[in-house]
């Protein structure tokens, strides 16, 4: 679908709520914490028709256009007038994870002595971002959601909402994501934590007034990327081909690195360069380690038992080329959840991307199951 | 199969040979090259019995133990009196690769001026390792190899050979390798070279005065052992544990990183440790971009045309769980063999390392299959 004319855009806008002091849950202190967040469409009065969407790793809050903000988002066929979900019917709200750097209080913020907090910053948990969240909706007047949705980290911080607040949550929506975090998921993100940290301009964090990490980020991206992609894809679109006017045998006696690229290392390039343009070194770390820490069962007998009372609507999908959110898992995941929903299946060759340019696929399918 | 008693190990030992000067392709000149060797039993007179062993990116010449060196080599199963490669019949050569850290000229020896090569090492790829093999099997008196055998990147190596002198291979054996180095491989080595020359300790590769980068190679390593296992072996192993005495969510404020570790870190710290002690990062850039470049077709218009003149018998085996040598590779490499092999599979649940922990499995196959 394309992006619908600017006349029908919904109503909404970008805004900010100070939320307070947020005590997390390994003992950091935030004292006075600003969630960024955006809405399409307007809220009932009794406040009974909102639907919360929920961003990935290195996502933000700008889910769709809107009229304050016509630039195209995230799920913009998903989320819109006469979409999946319809913001002529729904009142739509997404938050910018705390901890990001895209409007929400992060390491990047002033801290109360005006410096970025940087090393300073606390660990958080998802858990954490959903406490916060939860301070969002009641701000805004929302009881239970209709329904709480989201990708990848997106969908893990829904089924915390669900697993949190079963009575605020009417049907949680959960796209390429998982109940816990793999031993393979967190191995993927050690390395890349790790990259950060080698990079001589980190500075243990506290970067902010130097270059910054950014070729640390860019390897961790690169990283990512290549575990959100198949590799039949980079085969299909990049092979061995040489990146245009580089060779990649053309190394000379004395320059080590000196070689030209592969095409797929150029892609790869561009995608690091990219994410070192929007994002923050250490938000990427912070939210990283947040998502290798998801697990819905933690403290909680363990995720059945800690979805048990979870009483609403649920929707599980996966991309069934997806190595790094294994279709396998979403099956455990919907085996557990008391709804027993069926796994919808996101069929693309590119993998754990899927979720966000072929969700067309569940649009309806979505819509249906929570009742939207 | 365990190690055989002293008493039984074959005739062999460590050796040496200075091969001259070599030029590579992209122009390098290294003036006077060494290889180190290892041998097991005995040449023939006429030069007829000879068996080609080639190691992995990280290998080294110690495939078995032999009498001069009776510690476990790493396909020790395979290689010795009354194994597959039976020592008692035929005369084993393994060398390591030139451009290695074990025994042969690379980065880490002394250049002419006496201080090691360093960045000044040129460009290689696994054709100008054949070339110094080739004045190797010269040297020895080796007319036609019975049989040319490697896995990963020894079996790239193995291909290169059947492909360059088809006339002085008679078998060729390849396991859990291709006949070109994919997209996804390429990516996956990409990220890993980036990691290794972002470590401040790297200085451009000529770091041998200093601490070195370790933390970068240890970085690559950790990338490469998740590809060379899979997620289930992984999550099966450790699944979400912390380090015993560790908590990962024991974090304080103001220590970011401060945290403890989940046991697969910690697991891959113990790999990230074991290569940084006994492998020079040079050499792993070094290899790491020669298997990037692996391409048994370039400039022979296309791999089937490169083997279309290989006339000799060919084994070829996958791991049936490798996802980073895919099977489907293995089968596209057997399909353009003249001599058409079958794909003999590795049942395994742990990846691409199946081939060094699993081939006993196709062990028969293998010496069936090259008349061993």
Chains 1, 2 share one sequence.
Not at 176 to 196: E, V
Request: include cysteine.
């Amino acid at each position: 679908m394309s992006r619908p004319p600017r006349a029908a855009l919904p109503e909404g806008g970008r805004h900010r709520l100070r939320i307070g002091e947020l005590r997390t849950e390994t003992g950091g202190v935030l004292p006075d914490v600003e969630l960024a967040y955006e809405t399409w469409g307007e809220l009932d009065a009794n406040g009974s028709n909102a639907v919360l969407v929920l961003h990935a790793l290195t996502g933000d809050s700008h889910v769709a256009a809107h009229a304050a903000d016509p630039t195209p988002g995230w799920w913009d066929a998903l989320v819109g007038p006469g979409r999946a979900v319809d913001t002529d019917r729904w009142f739509v709200v997404a938050p910018n994870m705390v901890g990001g750097c895209h409007g929400s209080t992060g390491p990047s913020s002033p801290a109360a002595d005006g410096r970025p907090w940087g090393s300073r910053f606390p660990f958080l948990t998802l858990r954490d971002a959903v406490e916060a969240e939860r301070r969002l909706a009641d701000h805004l007047g929302v009881g239970a959601w209709q329904a709480v949705i989201g990708g990848s980290m997106g969908g893990a911080r829904a089924l915390e909402w669900a697993a949190t607040h079963p009575e605020r949550v009417a049907g949680v929506g959960v796209l390429a994501a998982t109940a816990r975090s793999s031993a393979d998921q967190i191995a993927w993100g050690q390395a890349q934590t790790a990259a950060i940290r080698l990079d001589p301009g980190f500075l243990g964090g506290d970067y902010y007034e130097g270059a910054g990490p950014a070729a640390g980020l860019g390897i961790a991206r690169r990283i990512a990327h290549t575990t959100y992609r198949t590799a039949g894809e980079l085969e299909h679109r990049f092979g061995r081909s040489p990146q245009v006017a580089e060779d990649p045998f053309g190394a000379v006696v004395g320059v080590p690195g000196g070689r030209g690229r592969y095409a797929v290392e150029s892609y790869l390039d561009h995608q690091a360069t990219k994410l070192t343009g929007r994002f923050d070194a250490n938000s990427y770390l912070l939210l990283t380690e947040a998502l290798m820490g998801h697990d819905v069962g933690r403290g909680r007998g363990g995720v059945e038992a800690a979805l048990a009372g979870y009483r609403g609507r649920a929707f599980v999908a996966a991309v069934d080329s997806d190595r790094l959110y294994l279709p396998a898992e979403s099956q455990a995941l919907a085996a557990v959840l008391p709804a027993r929903p069926p796994v919808h299946t996101i069929v693309s060759p590119i993998g754990h991307d899927g979720f966000l340019t072929e969700y067309g696929q569940v649009a309806d399918a979505l819509r249906d199951s929570l009742a939207l």
